[in-house]
């Protein structure tokens, strides 16, 4: 039996004595594809048979707060062009793409440095995509304004020489504390552009920021931080934890965080490790003043045969 929604979107697909096989939930869900038979238009059903040609027309079919899904099929492409090119503005969707290596559905976003993804509604989840930085000095590649985004498994990459992010995560815009409950997860982000600055970066108060099992491979950067937080801007709740990353810099700025003197700082910082090429003086993982929280576990080295030393110091 075949179970669909139309023309609201294909919702559940085969069910066997009632049950979906596909989904459990009440949301719609949409397909999206660059096969030769998609098509953004109101006739395309944006089912598994004809799916949509962009992942920003399929979000505008959604509704906010219905659960609705978004289902990205292997070796989809698109470019992606200006300000809010993606406007991911509906409360509540989740965006999977299907995909590993050269198949995982990427996206070239291009034309400018001021292209994005903007993120401006709450609850929303991006996983399993990659997106390629099509121009020099790309400022961002998603500007998150909302509470309680989620990136899983994303990848981001240079898509040529002088083509590259500078931070692919951006709060800029956001007021105090909107962008709140921020998950990034299972990320990479991989770079031989001398020009990158930090993976995410923070300008106003926020609280649980979580940055989890990243890896970063920015390795003719020479500032790269996990978090680059504009001065006595706040980080409550946050957890950074099993983050890697790697710069060839030697000038001593590699760090997890930046902005380390505001006192209400609070959360943990664990199991983090940096490689770096600063031979000359300690490899800070976070400037002095104290990060307030509890930070463990975390190891610094500049040679590369070596595992590395804590920082800060295991107390007595």
């Not at 949301?27 to 048979?49: E, L, P």
């Not at 079919?61 to 899904?69: T, V």
């Given at each position: 039996m075949s179970i669909s929604k139309y023309p609201d979107g294909f919702s559940d697909g085969v069910a066997i004595l009632g049950m979906p096989v596909l989904n459990l939930y009440g949301?719609?869900?949409?397909?999206?594809?660059?096969?030769?038979?998609?098509?953004?238009?109101?006739?395309?059903?944006?089912?598994?048979?004809?799916?949509?040609?962009?992942?920003?027309?399929?979000?505008?079919?959604?509704?906010?707060?219905?659960?609705?899904?978004?289902?990205?099929?292997?070796r989809h492409s698109e470019t992606v062009t200006g300000?809010?090119?993606?406007?991911?503005?509906?409360?509540?969707?989740?965006?999977?793409?299907?995909?590993?290596?050269?198949?995982?559905?990427?996206?070239?976003?291009?034309?400018?440095?001021?292209?994005?993804?903007?993120?401006?509604?709450?609850?929303?989840?991006?996983?399993?995509?990659?997106?390629?930085?099509?121009?020099?000095?790309?400022?961002?590649?998603?500007?998150?304004?909302?509470?309680?985004?989620?990136?899983?498994?994303?990848?981001?990459?240079?898509?040529?020489?002088?083509?590259?992010?500078?931070?692919?995560?951006?709060?800029?815009?956001?007021?105090?504390?909107?962008?709140?409950?921020?998950?990034?997860?299972?990320?990479?982000?991989?770079?031989?552009d001398a020009g990158c600055l930090g993976f995410v970066k923070i300008v106003e108060d926020i609280s649980r920021i979580t940055v989890e099992r990243c890896v970063l491979n920015v390795d003719l950067a020479t500032n790269v931080r996990i978090l680059l937080v504009t001065a006595a801007k706040d980080q409550r709740g946050q957890l950074l934890i099993d983050n890697f990353i790697s710069s060839a810099n030697g000038n001593g700025v590699t760090s997890i965080s930046d902005n380390a003197t505001t006192t209400a700082n609070s959360g943990f910082v664990v199991r983090n490790r940096c490689k770096h090429l600063d031979t000359t003086t300690t490899h800070l993982l976070f400037p002095a003043g104290g990060i307030g929280a509890c930070t463990h576990d975390n190891q610094s080295t500049s040679v590369v045969t070596l595992q590395g030393f804590l920082l800060p110091v295991v107390d007595s």
């Open positions: 949301g719609d869900v949409y397909w999206v594809s660059s096969d030769s038979g998609s098509a953004d238009s109101t006739g395309q059903k944006g089912d598994f048979d004809m799916p949509f040609a962009t992942i920003d027309y399929a979000i505008g079919r959604c509704k906010a707060n219905n659960g609705d899904q978004i289902f990205v099929k292997p300000v809010a090119g993606i406007a991911l503005d509906v409360a509540g969707v989740t965006i999977t793409g299907f995909g590993r290596g050269a198949s995982k559905p990427t996206i070239l976003m291009d034309g400018a440095a001021t292209v994005t993804a903007a993120v401006t509604a709450a609850n929303v989840v991006v996983k399993g995509l990659r997106f390629s930085a099509g121009h020099a000095d790309v400022a961002s590649c998603f500007v998150v304004t909302a509470a309680d985004f989620m990136l899983e498994d994303v990848d981001f990459i240079d898509n040529a020489a002088n083509e590259n992010w500078l931070s692919p995560v951006d709060t800029t815009g956001a007021a105090a504390e909107a962008a709140s409950g921020l998950s990034i997860t299972d990320c990479t982000w991989t770079s031989v």
